[in-house]
């Protein structure tokens, strides 16, 4: 039987619970031992001291408290609820919904913990638990909008869009009175109401609504750019031709907009010079605008894109913009274009002054049209559809002889030399153009940037380091962690993969995964954030994309790298690398060997420290908890590079990769190496199926083919019957085709 | 009852605009603890309610789900296919009894679903 | 460049932009946190003219600017605050930071009624402050010591927005007189 507390306990535990909440916890330990010292088995405050426990970083004792509170009172929600605040924080969240179910069912009018079973189903995606839930919390707070809408939101993401509808319009119809227009609440309630009925496909009634409902909407951008896209959808032209103008009016650098007016105004695609006229308007009425007088560019031809590109290019140059080149280059897929922009700048140079210009210099421009038209040519010939290096150098040269001062032309100095393959040269080049203003955070990341790609690890950081915080513990490369600095870390990986450093690179690309663990992470507190903010539409997008967050070139990049590491780690293994391999194989099983033996050597160390420390049990932890909490046991990845399965650590990086990239054929490929290594062949020929299918002609393709039937000839004996079957069978279309 | 605060508080974050964003940050999990509205029709909830929980959702859920439950037992599977799919595909349990119960059972057709390129 | 407005996917590469650029940085969650707050108040630079990689390219981001409104305003006047601003290197003199600033300011009334914007700027940031004062109308608020991490001092700036209300009042004057279906704010 659960231990029964006296009154002047009972109070005690609801200062404990208070001390909880307010974070006050060496406060909350203390009145919780009190209790205890009368009632050594009260399983609540054993549960509440468990959690206090666990906010001070000692999880393993918090767990193994809160086990004794649960044999002490299984009955108890608080103990349970405990429980799966504990599992909730090492972010085991299956069991932690099953502790949190086991709570609510002992204590099924809870509202605290009802709440945070929510929020972890919707976390986890259970969108038929999340349902259930939030029609428990609404009848407990039926008067507010937001338990509404967050049960609407539950079935919206469950894919019922007309039940999530439905919820909206039951709330609307119990209000008294008509919401007023500045009820920010209500604005977008209608808003995300809107966005129902179109995803359910009527247009016509979201129309109807969104020019009812949504007349005197606070978001005038989103109802203006609906009412245009719904207009379209309905054929209903000329008004969607006005309200895409409208559009351009308020913004008139989105493309988006152009196409729909164009579309709109029923002109013929062939009909180039009608569609000139429309972008000639706004170029005219908005002389600053850019994207009127680009856009036909992408397509004019002939002596129309001439005239146009020549208008364009005199403009860009005479101010000197350093992106002229960035917004044209995706022109050169058209040779003619190729072509022409070069000569035209040509032309521009030995005309040597602009005609067309008819807007007056800004103040301050310092780059004026000759050398921003060298520049021009530089770069046109550093670009790989028109490389001529010697080309590019002789222009950027020119460029810098007329501003010896200039950061850009530099910059592209150091371009030409990667592009070169002089990676040392291109650094030191870079390194000057910072020099040239120092104070500027773009061109120092550039420096660092290529002080990587020429393997110098320790400058890099340096440069980094003049603009990280000072004041972060752990210096500059802490900074960059906490920052979330996804390039630095990515080009620092790769760079220390080629210097053969095998334990840093891994460390580098765990970071990134890391990170992107975080960022998922992150999504959680916006479950109920956002409901109270009552922007809807913008969470939901949110979970959509969080729903694929690691397909992101970030996260697929940093993956490739860390596989192929362990692929070469599995193929030079740590004590026979030395024997009939390449002399860089054998540097690098020396690396890891060394690797190895620091690790042991500080896992030791460590055994050491940790036994150390038992022997003192009642020393105090100091304020010093919270950097001992953060230290990282292995800052060189030793212990990373010291692992004996690289097959399987591998399997970290590509489970997501394939789940999330399936499309990217280099994650397909780097799937097909892991698996026939691990003998998957079943699921190696899926990766290699899948690439095939994304391009047959793919020189890998061709090479794992013919891996996999050697791999097959070899193996088959040992596979199962039934999975040879598939595979021959499978496999004989694959190489037939 | 200084150490008590020093404990709690991370390190501190010097510039300003690192303070404002760590404060903004540690707002957003605040619980709600708005009263109910003032401007709704109790009533009308109330009946609101009820159509809700009448023809509502959670029987829809419940449902759908038991037919899915009544189509999952007719299918019968072979616990060594499990066995198979869930070493070769490297699949959990419920997944691989999942993957073979939409196909019949069949486990040949199983393996060829499963690893056909997506569309 | 699009000029269009900011999505939580393009989170991770705006805070590529912002962290190439500026020595003031933020985790992604503070990004999330502006566009789940004021989703109508964050803009970006695009350049959508890059052929795509793979089909899992993201849009470049050449510029942003990341906004929010002031949370219990200590002066009690709802207005709008620049949490941070900028554009890469080899973007600029396109007015890229300009139009992004108007329209996150434009947003700020419609949606938020608000009656200013502020910001901070690093006292030697000549640029910024061209662009803030002479081509926006920005006003010197005072100095604040130290407000930077390296010791710098910050300008607090701020711009009223009455002109973008009467700007908005006359649009729909002129709305009403056409007889046009969607209507005043």
Redesign the interface.
């Known amino acids: 039987m659960p231990q029964v507390l006296s009154t002047k306990e009972q109070s005690l535990f609801r200062t404990v619970v208070r001390n909880y909440e307010d974070k006050q916890y060496k406060k909350g330990v203390k009145a919780a031992d009190q209790i205890l010292r009368k009632n050594p088995k009260h399983g609540d405050t054993l549960a509440m001291k468990a959690l206090i426990m666990n906010s001070q970083g000692k999880t393993d004792e918090a767990f193994a408290l809160a086990k004794v509170a649960l044999q002490c009172d299984m009955k108890s929600h608080v103990c349970w609820h405990v429980y799966g605040l504990l599992y909730r924080a090492v972010k085991n969240f299956e069991e932690a919904i099953k502790a949190y179910k086991f709570a609510l069912r002992l204590e099924p009018d809870s509202a605290q913990i009802q709440r945070d079973l929510a929020l972890l189903q919707i976390q986890m995606r259970d969108y038929q638990g999340y349902i259930v839930s939030r029609r428990a919390m609404l009848t407990g707070r039926s008067g507010m909008r937001q338990s509404w809408t967050a049960l609407a939101v539950a079935h919206h993401l469950n894919g019922d869009l007309a039940e999530a509808e439905r919820v909206l319009t039951a709330y609307e119809d119990t209000l008294k009175n008509t919401p007023s227009k500045t009820d920010f609440e209500n604005s977008e309630a209608v808003m995300y109401k809107n966005s129902l009925i179109a995803e359910q496909g009527d247009i016509e009634r979201a129309l109807e609504h969104l020019e009812s409902a949504g007349k005197h909407n606070l978001d005038r951008l989103a109802v203006l750019e609906l009412r245009a896209t719904y207009l379209t959808q309905l054929g209903r032209k000329e008004e969607a031709a006005k309200a895409y103008s409208t559009l351009l009016d308020r913004n008139s650098e989105y493309k988006k907009y152009y196409d729909g007016l164009i579309e709109a105004m029923e002109v013929h695609l062939d009909d180039l010079k009608a569609r000139k006229a429309v972008y000639d308007g706004y170029a005219e009425k908005y002389p600053r605008c850019d994207a009127a007088r680009r856009l036909p560019l992408d397509f004019l031809h002939g002596d129309e894109f001439r005239d146009a590109a020549d208008k364009y290019i005199h403009r860009m140059l005479d101010k000197g913009v350093p992106s002229t080149f960035a917004n044209l280059k995706h022109l050169y897929s058209d040779s003619f274009k190729k072509e022409t922009l070069p000569s035209l700048v040509q032309q521009y140079i030995d005309s040597d002054k602009s005609s067309a210009n008819e807007e007056p210099k800004r103040n301050g421009d310092t780059s004026k049209g000759a050398s921003a038209a060298f520049y021009f040519l530089a770069q046109h010939y550093n670009y790989y559809l028109s490389r001529d290096l010697d080309k590019a150098m002789e222009y950027i040269e020119k460029a810098i002889e007329l501003e010896p001062e200039s950061v850009d032309f530099h910059m592209t100095k150091a371009r030409i030399w990667k592009h070169n393959g002089n990676t040392q040269k291109a650094s030191e080049i870079m390194e000057q153009a910072r020099s040239l203003d120092t104070r500027d955070r773009h061109i120092n990341t550039k420096a660092a940037k290529y002080q990587l790609r020429n393997d110098e690890s320790e400058a890099a950081i340096k440069t980094m380091g003049l603009f990280t915080r000072a004041e972060t513990v752990g210096g500059p490369l802490a900074d960059l962690h906490d920052m979330q600095c996804v390039w630095f870390l990515t080009e620092d990986g790769e760079s220390y993969v080629r210097q053969g450093k095998i334990g840093l690179a891994l460390k580098r690309f765990t970071s990134i995964y890391n990170i992107f663990d975080v960022w998922q992470e992150d999504q959680f507190d916006f479950h109920s954030f956002s409901l109270r903010k009552g922007q809807i539409r913008a969470y939901i997008e949110m979970m959509r994309w969080e729903d694929h967050l690691r397909e992101h070139p970030f996260y697929s990049r940093a993956a490739l790298s860390a596989i192929s590491v362990y692929i070469r780690m599995h193929d030079v293994p740590l004590l026979n690398g030395a024997n009939g391999v390449g002399h860089s194989d054998a540097d690098d099983a020396a690396e890891r060997k060394k690797a190895a033996k620091k690790a042991r050597k500080e896992a030791q160390k460590a055994e050491r420290e940790a036994a150390a420390k038992k022997a003192e049990p009642n020393k105090p932890t100091s304020q010093g908890s919270e950097d001992t909490k953060k230290k990282d046991d292995d800052p060189d990845g030793a212990k990373l590079a010291a692992t004996t399965e690289p097959m399987n650590d591998a399997m970290k990086f590509l489970t997501p990769l394939l789940q999330f990239s399936p499309k990217n054929i280099d994650a397909q490929i780097a799937g097909f190496e892991v698996y026939i290594r691990r003998r998957k062949y079943l699921l190696a020929l899926k990766c290699l199926l899948a690439a095939a299918a994304l391009d047959k002609e793919h020189s890998k393709v061709h090479e794992q083919t013919v891996r996999f039937k050697l791999a097959l000839d070899k193996d088959s004996e040992t596979l199962p019957p039934k999975s040879l079957e598939v595979i021959k069978s499978e496999f004989t279309l694959l190489a037939a085709s | 009852t200084t150490?008590?605060i020093?404990?709690?508080v991370?390190?501190a974050a010097?510039?300003?605009?690192?303070r404002?964003?760590a404060a903004?940050?540690s707002t957003?999990?605040?619980?709600?603890d708005?009263s109910?509205?003032k401007?709704?029709?109790?009533e009308?909830?109330r009946k609101?309610?009820e159509?809700?929980g009448g023809a509502?959702?959670?029987n829809?859920?419940v449902t759908k789900?038991d037919e899915q439950k009544v189509v999952k037992k007719a299918i019968k599977v072979d616990p060594a296919?499990v066995t198979?799919l869930v070493e070769?595909?490297?699949l959990t349990k419920i997944k691989a009894t999942d993957l073979l119960k939409a196909h019949e059972g069949d486990?040949?057709k199983a393996?060829?679903a499963?690893?056909?390129?997506?569309a | 460049m699009d000029i269009r407005l900011l999505h939580p996917s393009d989170i991770p590469h705006v805070q590529h932009a912002n962290i190439t650029n500026l020595p003031e940085n933020y985790f992604m969650k503070y990004y999330l946190y502006h566009a789940l707050s004021w989703p109508q108040l964050s803009y970006v630079a695009v350049d959508v003219s890059r052929p795509k990689k793979t089909l899992y390219d993201y849009p470049r981001i050449v510029g942003y600017v990341l906004a929010k409104m002031e949370e219990d305003p200590p002066d009690g006047v709802q207005h709008g605050h620049i949490t941070s601003l900028s554009v890469m290197r080899t973007h600029r003199r396109l007015g890229i930071a300009e139009k992004l600033m108007r329209q996150s300011q434009k947003a700020m009334v419609e949606t938020f009624s608000a009656q200013y914007v502020s910001l901070h700027v690093r006292v030697s940031n000549t640029a910024a402050l061209r662009l803030y004062r002479d081509t926006l109308g920005f006003k010197n608020e005072k100095v604040e010591a130290k407000y930077y991490a390296d010791g710098e001092d910050a300008y607090s700036m701020k711009l009223d927005l009455g002109f973008i209300r009467e700007q908005i009042q006359d649009e729909q004057d002129a709305e009403a007189d056409e007889g046009e279906p969607v209507g005043e704010l």
């Open positions: 150490g008590d020093d404990e709690e991370p390190i010097k510039s300003a605009e690192d404002k964003a903004a940050l957003l999990d605040n619980r709600d708005e109910s509205g401007d709704v029709d109790q009308a909830v609101a309610m159509r809700l509502g959702a959670t829809g859920v789900k296919d198979l070769e595909l490297e486990v040949e393996l060829r499963y690893i056909a390129p997506a």
